[in-house]
């Protein structure tokens, strides 16, 4: 088992930064893909950020690449999500997750959730 809790999310003006922690417990952490993803009122949730075991490889979605930043360190079990110049449609829930290897976090296999974090930017 993977325990993961969220946290650093609130209300932030359009073009503002906020910086999203996700600490895990349990389970090895640095033997897990880590992403990030989002879901806002309505609509499905959807992958934002992946980072790989050693943060030697990271992927973004189209729609948050260039602003948001994800890392990783493994000596204290927490990732990151750093996101810069916030828009409005970057209000949502957010929610790291933990995959057990690439191939299942190339086929969206998340194994462990945290509860999530409110991101609301305002305009």
């Known amino acids: 088992q993977v325990q993961l809790v969220e946290s650093g999310g609130g209300l932030v003006q359009a073009g503002g930064s906020l910086r999203l922690s996700c600490a895990a417990s349990g389970r090895t952490f640095s033997n897990y893909y880590m992403g990030w993803f989002r879901q806002a009122p309505g609509q499905e949730r959807a992958l934002v950020a992946r980072?790989?075991?050693?943060?030697?490889?990271?992927y973004y979605a189209d729609s948050v690449k260039g602003r948001f930043t994800m890392s990783r360190d493994n000596a204290k079990n927490t990732v990151f999500l750093q996101m810069n110049s916030l828009k409005v449609e970057d209000t949502a829930v957010y929610y790291c997750?933990?995959?057990?290897?690439?191939?299942?976090?190339?086929?969206?296999?998340?194994?462990?959730w945290g509860q999530g974090t409110q991101v609301t930017v305002s305009s």
């Open positions: 980072i790989s075991w050693s943060a030697d490889s990271t």
């Open positions: 997750a933990a995959a057990p290897g690439i191939a299942a976090a190339l086929r969206g296999r998340y194994t462990y």
